[in-house]
């Protein structure tokens, strides 16, 4: 029965989460409330291990969540299920996407689709912000103040110009240490 849930609920994410692999977080985070595959604290591991892992988001953060569900079988059945629908309607848009392409009316819509997915991602972002800069008891966020610090300063040294060109991986690696120096 898990793997019939599996497939339904990361096939209606891959069918749903339009805008690319962040904007699956939402719709993994509700998965957080209505199952026990994983908890919010789990989450916010399953985002940082995506993003740190070759790949895209959304399917790492499937394959990951799968597995916690139901172990290698359900990561293979929920990273599928994702990729799944976007496959289907890949086909049917290169098939008629050449027909349809300069239709105001699809103009409109992907004009309306774009911000929907800006705002998907953008609560996404906050929703992973109180994870990560906070701790949750209840109700009640209270201040993480080394990740805070750690966010404020891997922020402000990602502004400077010239330390933009410093591979991602690098700065993933430097707050894991600086994570577990804070934390020991």
């Not at 994983?38 to 597995?67: C, R």
């Amino acid at each position: 029965m898990i793997y019939l849930h599996l497939f339904y609920e990361f096939f209606k994410i891959g069918l749903f989460s339009v805008g690319g692999g962040m904007a699956t977080i939402p719709f993994l985070l509700d998965l957080t409330t209505r199952y026990d595959w994983f908890t919010t604290g789990e989450f916010g591991n399953m985002v940082a291990i995506s993003q740190s892992t070759p790949g895209p988001v959304g399917i790492n953060m499937a394959t990951y969540a799968g597995f916690q569900a139901a172990g290698i079988s359900g990561s293979l059945l929920a990273t599928l299920s994702l990729v799944l629908p976007a496959l289907v309607i890949i086909m049917v848009i290169a098939k008629f996407m050449k027909n349809f392409s300069d239709n105001p009316i699809v103009k409109a819509a992907f004009d309306g689709i774009r911000p929907t997915v800006a705002a998907l991602i953008l609560y996404a972002v906050l929703e992973l912000c109180k994870i990560s800069l906070f701790t949750v008891t209840g109700t009640t966020y209270i201040p993480a103040y080394a990740n805070i610090i750690i966010c404020i300063v891997f922020f402000g040294l990602l502004q400077m110009k010239q330390l933009k060109r410093i591979h991602p991986l690098v700065w993933i690696l430097a707050g894991a240490i600086l994570g577990v120096v804070f934390k020991l």
